[in-house]
């Protein structure tokens, strides 16, 4: 568990990580070109090091250079896959379209499943199924073979990253094309098409939410790509500025581009944001924090990711704000972690919550975190609490945010890593 002894307010500046959500998706597509890549300023999160290890078992080889991942999936096999490292992830469903790519047919254990809602992998095999593949189950095993099709595909990928990121990388070296419709554009699914394109993938993308993928006979190989940086963990800084910074803190490799919808939400709330230079943010910290509502929906909107740790912005606001989560129906469940904490909010339903402000948060308790966001938004509330917190379960940090410890203490903040 994480220990913060007391409220103490942080400055200096914050340098934003490799995006995760970008990172893995690009990691598997990279099994596609089945030769050399040089993957510069990529997280070493345990999600990433997870993947690679699942990666070493068949044969893909890597090394680190500080933030640059050189990649070899040259001599890649499917004998000897890891079934124990696979169910700790859920992305591993991603690796069956390189695999199937290569070798026809593979056979792999259910992922590992997520606390925030339902996101069944049917939706993945029904669409492999639609361009070919064949699927049963076995047990707790997924058996999929080859029998692809060339000709014109029209698939749906319901406005979901996954699926959208999972359809390009399955279509991008099958004969024929494969038009995707209400396919999602969040930061990181731009940054997977980027770097195909660098590969020589023929991608093309549509005003309304569709992408066309035709096919290319051969990826090329060899050349160095740089991960998106994560707008996720630079929406998460901003909020840790506004509330616990001395007076403000200067956030480098912000995606300020991706950041219009949550920077204005953040003004509305009477918080101070200027954008200098060279992609750098300056968060000043807020005074008189003003209710507001708020709405998650797919990218450019509000986004699911950010809803845990805006909460704890609305918690420290006047009169009542208002969550509405549309996408997940287990993500407002952080919420009874934050009422230990002397807060005052309201479930209504599991995707509406109301929150009552100001709040004092009273430290002296030990709380849990559902979800990888919502450890975020314990550390968050720690922060502003009086005396001393605990939060268990501090793998999901890691999972996620690139030394998020770490930063914090160069920012002067009070925290230790205990076993209790």
Known sequence: M?????????????????????????LWAALMLNWKVRLTNMPKIWDVKTFLDILEWIWVKYNWEWTTLNFDSSNITNQNLNFEKIKKIRSSIFLLSPLLHFFWSIKIPFPWWCSIGKRPIDAHLNWLEAIGYNYQY?????????NLQSWEKILNAWFWVSSTENLIVANVLRPGTTIIKAAAIEPHV????????????????????????????????????????DYIESWTYMIIWALASKEYIDIENARIDDLYIFIEKLKESWVKVEDLWNDTLRVFKATNLKSVQIQTNIFPWFPTDLQSPFAILQSQAEWISKIHEVLFEGRLSFLVELEKMRANVAVMNPHEALIFGPNKLKGWVTVTSWDLRAWAAMVIAWLIAEWETKITNVEYIYRWYEDFVSKLKVLWADLEEIND
């Open 2 to 26: 994480l220990l913060v002894r007391w409220k103490k307010e942080l400055s200096w500046k914050v340098k934003i990580s490799g995006s995760k959500n970008a990172a893995l998706p690009i």
């Open 190 to 229: 731009m940054n997977l098409i980027s770097f195909l394109r660098t590969a020589w993938a023929d991608i093309k993308i549509r005003y309304n939410h569709e992408i066309i993928v035709s096919w290319v006979e051969k990826l090329v190989n060899d050349f160095d790509f740089e991960i998106v940086s």
């Open 138 to 146: 076995e047990n707790d095993e997924i058996i999929l073979d080859w």
